[in-house]
């Protein structure tokens, strides 16, 4: 099983779900952005220490970007909100049907339909929160 986290920038978000669910989880795990923006910077470096302060270092990830060529190496792609998916699905190739789903499927008693960026909102820790309900539920699920 190989799992892809995918948001816009790869250095928020998709970075912080990798780096809590690849904690609990045997999962192999990548993440990447759907821009190039940030493409082989580490994470944000807010987004690292709120990281750190609960256990998770990640440190060690850099920001790649999406490919169509992803479609074919990861069993489920997991996206943070409605952008990133459709801008992934712009790329499937012809006949691939590998899964992508909304991170907060996975926590629908949150009822909330998307990741905020903490790139804008700040809220590193609300985010984290949030983060981490869904990757219980991702381990639950899979
Ligand atoms: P992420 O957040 O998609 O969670 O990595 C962002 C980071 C940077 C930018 C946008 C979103 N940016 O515009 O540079």
Not at 27 to 33: K, N, P
Not at 39 to 55: F, I, L, S, T
């Amino acid at each position: 099983m190989k799992v892809l986290f995918v948001c816009l920038g790869n250095i928020c978000r998709s970075p912080a779900a990798e780096g809590v669910f690849r904690g609990m989880s045997d999962v192999e795990t990548d993440s990447a952005g759907t821009s190039d923006w940030h493409a082989g910077e580490p994470p944000y470096r807010p987004m690292q220490v709120a990281a750190k302060g609960r256990g998770y270092d990640i440190s060690d990830l850099r920001s790649r970007l999406f490919t169509s060529a992803d479609f074919g190496r990861f069993d489920l792609i997991i996206g943070m909100d409605a952008s990133n998916i459709a801008n992934m699905e712009r790329l499937r190739p012809a006949g691939n049907e590998t899964p992508i789903r909304l991170f907060t499927d996975y926590a629908p008693e949150r009822g909330v339909d998307e990741v905020p960026d903490p790139y804008y909102t700040r809220d590193f820790d609300g985010v984290l929160d949030l983060i981490e309900d869904c990757a219980r539920g991702l381990k639950a699920a899979i």
